[in-house]
Nanobody
């Protein structure tokens, strides 16, 4: 069982930045592809970004391309989501997730999920 813990959420102004972190004590973290998803009230869960096991392959949702950057530090068992040029539409609960092979833009493919961290962007 892989336990994921997100942090770094909070309130930011439009145009501002936040960096989310997702850490695990799992010693085999480097074996997993990692993803970030988000869910706003009344909306379905949305793919944000994903990164493969080696950090060389990444993918982004259309709404965040050019603004968000996913990265990982396997020595720290942590994946990050740097969010720049924030918009009110980015307001959501952000979840990190781990997949045992490759990486995916589909939530159903992920094996483990964190509890989520709230991001609020004020206009």
């Amino acid at each position: 069982q892989v336990q994921l813990v997100e942090s770094g959420g909070g309130v930011a102004q439009a145009g501002g930045s936040l960096r989310l972190s997702c850490a695990t004590s799992e010693g085999t973290f480097s074996r997993y592809g990692m993803g970030w998803f988000r869910q706003a009230p009344g909306k379905e869960r949305e793919f944000v970004a994903a990164i493969n096991r080696f950090g060389a392959g990444t993918s982004y949702g259309d709404s965040v391309k050019g603004r968000f950057t996913i990265s990982r530090d396997d020595a720290k068992n942590t994946v990050y989501l740097r969010m720049n040029s924030l918009k009110p539409d980015d307001t959501a609960v952000y979840y990190c997730a781990a997949v045992s092979s490759g990486y995916s833009t589909y939530a159903d493919n992920y094996n483990y999920w964190g509890q989520g961290t709230q991001v609020i962007v004020s206009s």
